[in-house]
T-cell receptor
Framework: DTEVTQTPKHLVMGMTNKKSLKCEQHMGHRAMYWYKQKAKKPPELMFVYSYEKLSINESVPSRFSPECPNSSLLNLHLHALQPEDSALYLC?????????????FGPGTRLTVL | TQLLEQSPQFLSIQEGENLTVYCNSSSVFSSLQWYRQEPGEGPVLLVTVVTGGEVKKLKRLTFQFGDARKDSSLHITAAQPGDTGLYLCAGASFNKFYFGSGTKLNVKP
């Protein structure tokens, strides 16, 4: 099983709203990632959690707030977003081993900020 | 800094043709992945290559990792319309994965 789930699938929010994106994996992976992807572009790294601790923040604005409640869950809290934040938000988990080192992506959340 | 250069950026071919996508870097990666992505969906893993010089086959797709683990190629034989999509390579280095710019493939029936 290599499934990463994300909810919601689509989200429309105003610039004053507060919302959260959720990501879940049950593969026992200890590293999880948030990416932002604009149309026809590769994913851009936002945050990396390793063993439930934030290890990388790619200078993301504070209106994006990640949270890792446990090893299976990853949230991204959104507040006071801008229209330019509209994008596909992807979660991924990483399987590491001597013969493999792979990210598995969720289906993404399509976010529209009005 | 764009660590991975992917080419070509766009490719439009007829069904049945062969094609090769390249992913090049001056950096060494511990592994390299190839993904295919449909619009509005998450990238789907095709393959991971780990060993320099490694060749993996997945039906009509052949993946190669360079001897120095700096570059990779994806070759598709007898392309089909179902192969249409965005192909992404990603190299792993420490805690990060570095993506190529992507290859948008369109296979016409």
């Amino acid at each position: 099983d290599t499934e990463v789930t994300q909810t919601p699938k689509h989200l429309v929010m105003g610039m004053t709203n507060k919302k959260s994106l959720k990501c879940e994996q049950h593969m026992g992976h200890r590293a999880m990632y948030w990416y932002k992807q604009k149309a026809k572009k590769p994913p851009e790294l936002m945050f990396v959690y390793s063993y439930e601790k934030l290890s990388i923040n790619e200078s993301v604005p504070s209106r994006f707030s990640p949270e890792c409640p446990n090893s299976s869950l990853l949230n991204l809290h959104l507040h006071a977003l801008q229209p330019e934040d509209s994008a596909l938000y992807l979660c991924a988990s990483r399987r590491q081993g001597s013969e493999t080192d792979t990210q598995y992506f969720g289906p993404g959340t399509r976010l529209t900020v009005l | 800094t764009q660590l991975l250069e992917q080419s070509p950026q766009f490719l439009s071919i007829q069904e049945g043709e062969n094609l090769t996508v390249y992913c090049n870097s001056s950096s060494v990666f511990s592994s390299l992945q190839w993904y295919r992505q449909e619009p509005g969906e998450g990238p789907v893993l095709l393959v991971t290559v780990v060993t320099g010089g490694e060749v993996k086959k997945l039906k009509r797709l052949t993946f190669q990792f360079g001897d120095a683990r700096k570059d990779s190629s994806l070759h598709i034989t007898a392309a089909q319309p179902g192969d249409t999509g965005l192909y992404l390579c990603a190299g792993a280095s420490f805690n990060k994965f570095y993506f190529g710019s992507g290859t948008k493939l369109n296979v016409k029936p």
